[in-house]
């Protein structure tokens, strides 16, 4: 069912048409998302819009729409996709950033409120992937982070469900990923956490 996110209505309008259906959804992955890479100031209002709408209201908004009967019946999962770049604010893609340190706190929040329902809760914080997401988000190839090693969607979903079995609520796909945000998290001052995220991020 091809649905526009953007869309201030989307959310209801796919639970109208599923309930039409008759079909009862006892797992929704918060998949779709946007970003664009380079300076905020040169950003069109209208795809940072965009970006807020899709990674924030209608993963909020689908959430809302499909968790009540999931406790109602006392089963279900809920992956919302995060990201690494929820872990610290990256220059250059500070919109995106946010809006998925803004998923990863919605979500770990939720988590506590469900805890015992039947429903899990999951963040999944992948890092660099090998889809076309650079390409539409409009990161140079030229651009630092291009070098970084990807992950393939497939060891992505893997991780995700091996978490999701193990009840695991925050799941860092891929091992390089999960020591650098050790890394970022723990040990390195916020000031240079931010200036090494910028720089992969950064033209000339």
Known sequence: MPLDLARQDS??????????????????????????????????????????????????????????????????????????????????????????????????????????????????CPGITATEFLDVSETRRDLRVRRLPMLTPQQVVLASLEGLERGKLRVVAGFSNRVLGFLTQRLAPARLARRVAGELYRSG
């Open 11 to 124: 959310a209801a309008e796919l639970k109208h048409e599923l309930e039409r259906r008759g079909l009862a959804i006892d797992g929704l992955v918060n998949c779709a998302g946007l970003g664009l890479t380079g300076p905020f100031a040169e950003q069109a209002p209208a795809v940072i819009r965009a970006m807020v709408d899709v990674n924030v209201r209608a993963l909020v908004e689908l959430t809302r729409a499909f968790l009540p009967a999931m406790l109602e019946r006392r089963r279900g999962r809920i992956v919302n996709v995060a990201s690494n770049a929820a872990f610290q604010p990256i220059p250059y893609l500070g919109v995106y950033a946010a809006t998925k340190s803004f998923v990863l706190s919605f979500t770990e929040a939720l988590a506590d409120e469900v805890a015992g329902s039947g429903v899990r809760v999951q963040a999944l």
